[in-house]
């Protein structure tokens, strides 16, 4: 006999009207052990998060916005759970973002969010208008960054920033009041 599920107050349907455009409006990243530290956020049962006091940066908290095309047909976020037979599971959270030509600027922010060992968290916002703490339980790091000049004048000269991890639950949701904190 396999493990039960309590299907009592749960709902999944289908909205119309809901926005449910793709693409992404908002990355914003911060270290995984500085927002533990601070206290800055906390995650109560069920998965509501909490972002403390009037915002992260104001209880001390560095974060970097990243500045990209929300229409460049590239940028994304993804969150992948997989469960096995044998009771394991994981999930694999990915954001794929794209910056616009590859100056030394970008260079040198990407060269530091690729520091290997790091970890990071990701508060994404949606085209759709929703809104995700991504990689807090065991954080993010930079997978890969792809520099390319283009090969021909209608080609995208570009750094490609593909940041992934492996939680244990799908990425947390943020409300809009919280979301507000994050970005204050």
């Known amino acids: 006999m396999g493990c039960a599920v309590d299907f009592s107050g749960l709902t999944l349907s289908y909205a119309c009207g809901t926005v449910s455009s793709g693409g992404l409006k908002t990355i914003i990243l911060a270290d995984l052990a500085q927002l533990k530290e601070d206290g800055a956020v906390t995650v109560a049962a069920g998965g509501a998060v909490t972002i403390g006091g009037t915002g992260l940066v104001t209880s001390g908290v560095d974060i970097l916005t990243l500045g990209f095309n929300n229409k460049d047909a590239f940028s994304n976020f993804t969150d992948v759970k997989t469960v096995n037979a044998d009771g394991s ?96």
Request: a negative charge; hydrophobic letters at 40%; aromatic letters at 10%.
């Open 89 to 184: 599971s994981s999930v694999v959270p990915t954001i794929q973002v794209e910056f616009l030509r590859m100056d030394a600027a970008k260079r040198t922010t990407l060269e530091e969010i690729a520091t290997p060992g790091a970890e990071i968290v990701a508060f994404v916002e949606t085209a759709a208008g929703t809104y995700h703490m991504v990689g807090y339980d065991f954080g993010l790091y930079a997978g890969t960054i792809d520099g390319a000049s283009g090969a021909s004048r209608t080609d995208k000269n570009r750094y490609q920033l593909t940041l992934v991890g492996e939680e244990n639950v799908l990425a947390y949701t943020l409300d809009s009041a919280n979301w507000a904190k994050v970005t204050a």
